[in-house]
């Protein structure tokens, strides 16, 4: 059962916005990366974007840079990751998921999908008119 539990998403029309969060509720790695990955139908699961939580730098992948924004909150035992997600366009279409990893750097910056170790069960955005 994955640690990371996922919601919000939907269907939206071209320009809207849509709100991903995602909780970790184990804090497995005081200092490690959160990011946001995306897998279209067919297609291979991409790397959307990712923050290092020791200095809350983040990066995105060039297709959404300026549109969507990744941040995270602090709850109660628990760690809340959003993806806020702005002028959606049919291309976002997708599942997206969350994912952790204890290794930072380029690995983070990048998005390095084998080193991410926890996964959320995925959500469905659709953006359609």
């Known amino acids: 059962q994955s640690q990371l539990a996922q919601s919000g998403g939907g269907s939206v029309q071209p320009g809207g916005s849509l709100r991903l969060s995602c909780t970790d509720s184990?804090?497995?790695?005081?200092?490690?990366?959160l990011a946001w990955f995306r897998q279209g139908t067919g297609k291979t699961r991409d790397w959307v974007a990712s923050l290092a939580t020791r200095n809350g730098s983040s990066w995105y992948t060039d297709s959404v840079q300026g549109r969507f924004t990744i941040s995270k909150e602090d709850a109660k035992n628990a760690l809340v990751l959003v993806l806020q997600m702005n002028t959606l366009t049919p291309e976002d279409t997708a599942m997206y998921y969350c994912?952790?990893?204890?290794?930072?750097?380029?690995?983070?910056?990048?998005?390095?999908?084998?080193?991410?170790?926890?996964w959320g069960q995925g959500t469905q955005v659709t953006v359609s008119s």
């Open positions: 184990e804090f497995a790695y005081r200092d490690h990366c």
């Open positions: 994912a952790t990893s204890r290794f930072t750097g380029p690995y983070c910056v990048r998005g390095h999908r084998p080193a991410f170790s926890h």
